[in-house]
């Protein structure tokens, strides 16, 4: 079963179209996957079996026809709680939501993977409302990272980045709105991308939050982007399709590419040693190669985050709010603690905020500007305990210090895995201008070639721990 669970989505293709493959044997592994391996990670919260069964079967016949319908035909895949799919249930992460009645729709990521011949496996974890950067969560429980179940898979898209670390399925479609597929991808040895604001329609309707394609290689990650990535006109910010969509990443020729090297924001945590030797790492390769590599100076000498996580704690607070008094009691309590600081705002204050960050998303933009690409960490540690809501118990999301202002800025952003620590993987973010996702793809495939180092993946979840939590 090992080599097909780390197979490619190129592999299963050749299978299909040879007939020594059907969509079926690739749907029976990752279910066995899932029995064998979920119990320690927690990261699958629901399944439809039966639907991806009579998808898997279409997909077969369409292969035995010669006339699949995208290069996801037949490929297991899996999307997050947040997004919606009919016959699964949608919870959003909290203990409140446990009793609503499965979803009769697809949301646009889910619509796009059926009709694309996907095969929608089931729901992935995450914690309460998307607002923790960890898998910790008053419904699922804490998700874990098979690379250490002592240690945090990363949020809010944790299941996501645990199970295909673990090696179910060959992609998921996570949320992003501070770093959500980002992170996992970087602590879960994986790839992702944030991409451009509109570029893969989502509900509700969001400048800054975005469905992001999550997969174990670049090439996979842009398949998903390529069938994500098409207009739905219940997406009111939905961007017209790509003419580039469904084409191969364009050859990048990296001489004279201007590289920023972002390691330092200014105020905020800054990034261990660890993280930033492996940014750095990803620098020479590319200045080894032509391109001119710039240090870039921190961009921000005040802290901006405090109104953008007033931001974040009003979204929680409203979502909270929404709930009766017995509902409210069974939310994450670090959460409910968190968006306190939420009440006794004015209108006023939320304008303050918003236009403070406002400010900060120009100057960042403006100071980025003269960059094809921009290198930089994902997260300023390795990685945390599996128990923790983030590095910053009082500010569950203060460790976005690297990605949230790029949902802000509405580039694209994509994180891959370019080295270890302890056993560990440790991602490098590559950021890109607006409406360029492809190119962040095509740099983060060039340096994800001259890696260093294969993927040893966690099919079997390993912990520093000795026993194996269940």
């Not at 969560?137 to 002592?150: A, E, I, K, M, V």
């Not at 509700?204 to 006109?233: F, K």
Request: net charge negative.
């Amino acid at each position: 079963m090992e080599p097909l669970l780390t197979s490619t989505t190129a592999d299963l293709r050749a299978g299909f179209a040879s007939g020594a493959l059907a969509p079926a044997d690739a749907l029976d592994a990752v279910l066995a996957q899932v029995e064998a391996v979920n119990p320690a990670l927690t990261a699958i919260v629901a399944l439809d079996v039966d639907g991806a069964r009579a998808a898997a079967e279409a997909s077969h016949r369409r292969w035995q026809r010669g006339r699949p319908l995208s290069p996801l035909d037949g490929v297991p895949v899996t999307v997050k709680d947040s997004v919606a799919a009919a016959g699964l249930p949608w919870r959003h992460g909290t203990a409140p939501n446990a009793g609503l009645a499965d979803s009769t729709v697809d949301a646009p990521p889910a619509a796009r993977l059926r009709e694309a011949g996907a095969v929608l496996v089931g729901k992935t974890a995450m914690p309460d409302f998307g607002m923790s950067a960890s898998g910790v969560s008053s419904l699922h429980g804490t998700t874990r990272n098979p690379w250490d179940l002592t240690r945090s898979p990363g949020g809010s898209s944790a299941g996501a980045g645990a199970s295909l670390a673990a090696g179910i399925g060959w992609g998921s479609v996570g949320s992003d709105i501070a770093g959500s597929v980002r992170l996992p991808a970087a602590q879960c040895g994986l790839v992702a991308l944030k991409p451009t604001q509109g570029r893969i329609p989502h509900l509700p309707a969001s400048t800054v939050r975005s469905a992001g394609p999550m997969a174990r290689t670049v090439a996979e990650v842009a398949e998903l982007h390529d069938v994500l990535a098409r207009p739905d006109a219940r997406d009111a910010l939905s961007l017209p399709a790509d003419p580039a969509g469904g084409q191969p990443l364009p050859a990048v020729d990296v001489a004279g590419l201007r590289v920023g090297l972002l390691l330092d924001m200014g105020p905020g945590p800054r990034a261990d040693e660890e993280v930033r030797t492996v940014v750095r790492r990803a620098a020479e390769l590319l200045a080894a190669a032509g391109a001119r590599v710039q240090p870039v100076d921190p961009p921000f000498a005040e802290d901006p985050y405090p109104a953008l996580d007033r931001l974040f704690q009003v979204r929680a607070r409203a979502e909270w709010e929404a709930f009766d008094e017995r509902g409210r009691a069974q939310v994450l309590p670090e959460l409910v603690a968190w968006s306190a600081g939420a009440d006794g705002l004015s209108a006023t204050d939320l304008e303050r905020a918003q236009s403070a960050v406002a400010r900060s998303r120009d100057h960042l933009a403006a100071h980025l500007a003269g960059f094809d690409v921009v290198l930089a960490p994902v997260l300023p540690v390795v990685s945390f305990p599996a128990e923790a809501v983030g590095l910053d118990p009082l500010r569950p999301l203060a460790h976005c210090t690297y990605t949230c202002w790029f949902n802000q800025t509405g580039q694209p952003a994509a994180a891959l895995c370019l080295g270890t620590c302890d056993g560990m993987p440790v991602g490098v973010q590559v950021v890109g201008r607006r409406f360029e996702d492809r190119r962040v793809l095509a740099v983060a495939g060039w340096l994800e070639q001259r890696r260093a180092f294969t993927p040893d993946w966690p099919l079997v979840p390993r912990s520093t721990a000795g026993a194996v939590p269940v």
